[in-house]
């Protein structure tokens, strides 16, 4: 990847010339800062939430250089807590080069070379900065916080047109790109930390059809991705069961589309998306390949600006595991059956009722701009089911099907 970057800019290195802006207004650098609160009634979401929870906290600092009048380098240094999930170590977020590779009045074409981030639906690219996301919390039934990493970010190539109409804006984007995977990858998809680890050795594709109607008065957005996890199973996995779990290495092949709709008016603004998706495990087991399924989930969300400076907002989402089988009743009493057959073998294994397999939930929040770069927000939950409930923090066989979420976060950007 350091190579074919290096290569990128030496072939466009014939765009470079001197240019009589100072470095000052060819360099932009922002940074924002984040700490939330939550609380829930049952279960736990970003540490002891049951308790109360200060384990949210996001850091930020990006910067973009104007090489060249073709060639624009951007970075993001993000650190993030998020109980389990993550620890606050930095990390790059994104790193790329933005290269213009023809420009008119009416279009624009170029290319993204690095670590760049996916078009998925309406807020993906943007989703680190708490001012530019619709809550404390996106739509957990379409931007997972569980496999953020997975979603979030790719290390490819991706190419851009965007077509100037008189009606509005048309932004084409596609790329390829080798999908970020970790634990919380790995815990979300076969439920806890095997002995062997998930990678990311195959390319992903992602792309996006977006349409700016009237300049953005309507917004109508066609996502797709397709990425292939590696499951490489480590000894203690492979043992043959019932002495030991019998896993092999395998895959795990996840194709995700998100269609979007939104509406911006002077006091309303109307959001909808839906996301349909297919998970296949292959080769790892047969107990995974039944767990193969067609997710679907979707969220309906309306704000209103009371003030320039007040705004609120309700949502409703849901997610369902398999679209085949709502509410999970299926899935519900093959987990009874798994559990009783290895209780014969002595393997204590609590089966996994209905509500693990989907979520329902009520969201009801508000924003405070106490200044244009300071910003207090709070929502509140109520959920049925515990599918958006980190694995990592949770026994999800056990987890409480009714539960409540209390968040309340401070944010500072510059």
């Known amino acids: 990847m ?40 049952h279960n736990n979401f970003f540490g002891d939430s049951e308790d109360g929870s200060f384990e949210f906290t996001e850091l930020g600092l990006n910067g973009s250089f104007q090489l060249s009048p073709k060639i624009r380098l951007a970075s993001q240094i993000l650190s993030r807590r ?8 930095p990390y790059i977020d994104y790193a790329l080069v933005d290269i213009d590779l023809f420009s008119t009045a009416r279009s624009t074409t170029g290319l993204y070379l690095g670590r760049v ?15 530019t996301r619709e809550g404390i919390l996106l739509p957990q039934v379409i931007y997972f916080d569980t496999i953020r990493e997975l979603l979030i970010s790719s290390d490819g190539l991706h190419a851009y047109h965007h077509m100037y109409l008189d009606s509005g804006t048309l932004l084409m984007q596609a790329g390829l790109g080798y999908p970020i995977t970790n634990k919380n990858v790995e815990y979300a998809f076969m439920g806890q930390d095997w002995n062997g680890k998930v990678g990311n050795d195959r390319l992903g594709f992602f792309g996006q059809l977006r349409y700016e109607y009237n300049g953005g008065r309507w ?38 589309t998100v269609l979007s709709i939104q509406y911006n008016g002077k006091k309303w603004q109307l959001t909808a998306e839906a996301a349909l998706e297919k ?4 080769e790892i087991s047969d ?10 989930g979707y969220f309906i969300q309306a704000n ?82 515990t599918s958006s409930l980190p694995a990592r923090e949770n026994n999800i066989a056990l987890s409480e099907k009714h539960w409540n979420m209390l968040a309340i976060s401070l944010s500072y950007r510059f």
């Open 304 to 385: 209103y600006l009371f003030t320039p400076r007040w705004q609120g907002f309700i949502r409703y989402e849901e997610w369902q595991r398999d679209r085949d089988d709502w509410d999970a009743d299926e899935a519900a009493q093959r987990s009874l059956e798994s559990s009783q057959l290895l209780s014969s073998f002595g393997i204590n294994q609590p089966a996994f009722p209905a509500h693990t397999n989907y979520s329902k939930a009520w969201v009801i929040g508000g924003r405070w701009d106490i200044k244009p770069n300071l910003m207090l927000r709070a929502e509140y939950h109520i959920t049925d089911g």
């Open 287 to 296: 107990n995974f390949s039944e767990q193969s399924g067609r997710p679907f």
């Open 219 to 256: 917004i109508y957005s066609l996502s797709h991705a397709n990425v292939t996890i590696d499951f490489k199973a480590g000894p203690q996995d492979t043992i043959p069961f019932p002495a030991g779990p019998g896993l092999n290495s395998g895959e795990i092949d996840v194709d995700y």
């Open 2 to 41: 350091r190579y074919a970057l290096f290569m990128f800019i030496l072939c466009c290195s014939n765009h470079l010339q001197a240019d009589e802006n100072t470095w000052s207004e060819r360099l932009q650098i922002h940074g924002f800062a984040s700490q939330a609160y939550i609380n829930t009634s």
């Open 279 to 282: 998970v296949e495990f292959v």
């Open 117 to 131: 981030k996916n078009p998925i639906g309406l807020y993906n690219q943007t989703r680190d900065v708490a001012h």
């Open 82 to 89: 998020a109980g389990d999930l993550d620890n606050g170590s």
